[in-house]
């Protein structure tokens, strides 16, 4: 049973997506400035704030097994250092295939001074928008883990979304460790939306 003042910080923050995706919208030149106030409220009434994602693969173990998982990813239509945090794990675009998608964890962003262990590498500083993600599995080596250890730094734009909720069978199953500001802004739209006999449903074997 949810409680009201969760169901209050969840409406909040319902109110919060539906004004940053109209926003989006309206500056991509979708909808017009008077359509704005509309699309709020449909969006409100609406849009669910997670999505269901498919992931396999080991780069992620043991966050998400090698045999895969079914994932539930709160939407972020406007990624930025006020929305997503350092140690999220995040559901961004391929940068090497647009049409796919990563779940590799936020390990630093713009202004971070970025050294490698490689002396002859320079060390940088990431630019304004930019973010390095990294898979879990230390094991891997760079390439095998394919991270920004070998597509270098992505935009933050890429981002769709942050992983909050993993089922790896219908046993294995729970919250994602991400930051702590994370999981305290997204424990709501965990409370309502989530629902694992769902997941249980969409999950492949």
């Known amino acids: 049973m949810v409680s009201f003042s969760t169901w209050c910080r969840y409406l909040v923050h319902k109110l919060d997506y539906s004004v940053a995706v109209s926003w989006k919208h309206y500056e991509g030149g979708r909808i017009t400035v008077k359509e704005v ?3 709020v409220w449909k969006n409100f009434l609406q849009c669910k704030l997670t999505f269901l994602h498919w992931n396999k693969g080991e780069e992620m173990a043991p966050t998400i097994g090698p045999q895969g998982g079914t994932l539930l990813v ?3 239509p406007i990624p930025g250092p006020s929305r997503v945090f350092i140690g999220d794990v995040v559901v961004l675009k391929d940068p090497k295939s647009p049409d796919n998608y990563l779940v590799r964890r936020l390990a630093a962003v713009e202004g971070y001074e970025m050294v490698s262990k490689d002396e002859k590498e320079e060390p940088f500083i990431l630019d304004k928008d930019e973010c390095w ?3 879990d599995n230390d094991v891997l080596k760079p390439k ?4 920004s250890r070998t597509f270098g730094p ?9 992983v909050i909720y993993c089922l790896r069978n219908a046993v294995d199953h729970g919250p994602v460790p991400n930051s702590q500001f994370s999981v305290k802004k997204d424990l709501p739209v965990l409370e309502v939306e989530l629902d694992v006999d769902e997941m249980a449903k969409n999950h492949k074997t």
């Open 133 to 135: 993600v990294l898979a």
């Open 37 to 39: 106030g509309d699309t």
């Open 74 to 76: 709160r939407k972020i």
């Open 144 to 147: 095998e883990a394919k991270d």
């Open 154 to 162: 992505v935009n933050m734009s890429d981002i769709i979304g942050r």
